[in-house]
């Protein structure tokens, strides 16, 4: 069964460098997704992306984040000058289309040190 | 963010016998409900989901309840496995009005199936 693929599946940074995540959703899915857990905490939307560009994103996505689909496969998530509170499981998601679930790749862990 | 609660962090059932997962939520927006399983080191693994047309959908062990009146929904899981030991995740979004169907959790509820 086709899934989410993402990686890093961990990612150690220093406080202030920049990082870059990176998730390929299922092939024939037209909607993307970056959603973020800290520890103990729900998951909570960051970022949508459609037809190559942000269609939402929430308050927390602000100017130290960008995402992109640099192909036609990959869609990233950067994080421009990484701060203590960014460390979280980032999550990516993909959907088909209408009224289809969201399907999640297994997440990446960042500690930011 | 309060919009969807999952007032039990944790349930324990027998094996062979129902479990029954709760969500509430206070947007009445919201008109697509999904819930997720996810295991420790996993992204969340996509269950069953119930448009707010609809008061039931059933997909094998798992069926899903909606009681929009009341704004709640259950996960009935019969016969519950010991496999089933996850965390549940309920999620809601609001698609009307060509919204991009953004997720809104409640915080999970830890079930452990016991033998």
């Known amino acids: 069964e086709p899934e989410v693929t993402q990686t890093p599946s961990h990612q150690v940074t220093q406080m202030g460098q920049e990082v870059i995540l990176r998730c390929v959703p299922i092939?024939?899915?037209?909607?993307f997704y970056w959603y973020r857990q800290i520890l103990g905490q729900k998951v909570e939307f960051l970022v949508s992306?459609?037809?190559?560009?942000?269609?939402?994103k929430s308050e927390i996505f602000d100017d130290q984040f960008s995402v992109e689909r640099p192909d036609g496969s990959n869609f990233t998530l950067k994080i421009r000058s990484t701060k203590l509170e960014d460390s979280a499981m980032y999550f990516c998601?993909?959907?088909?289309?209408?009224?289809?679930?969201?399907?999640f790749g297994d997440g990446t862990r960042l500690s930011i040190l | 963010d309060q919009q969807v609660k999952q007032n039990s962090p944790s349930l324990s059932v027998q094996e062979g016998r129902i479990s029954i997962l709760n969500c509430d939520y206070t947007?009445?927006?919201?008109?697509?409900f999904l819930w997720y399983k996810k295991y420790p080191a996993e992204g969340p693994t996509f269950l069953i989901s119930i448009s707010s047309i609809k008061d039931k959908n059933e997909d094998g062990r798992f069926t899903v309840f909606l009681n929009k009146s009341a704004k709640h929904l259950s996960l009935h899981i019969v016969p519950s496995q010991p496999g089933d030991s996850a965390v549940y995740f309920c999620a809601a979004s609001a698609n009307g009005g060509g919204s991009n169907y953004k997720l809104t959790f409640g915080k999970g509820t830890l079930l452990t199936v016991n033998p």
């Open positions: 092939s024939n899915h037209l909607y």
């Open positions: 947007n009445s927006m919201f008109d697509y």
């Open positions: 998601a993909s959907r088909r289309g209408s009224n289809q679930p969201q399907h």
């Open positions: 992306f459609y037809n190559n560009e942000i269609s939402e």
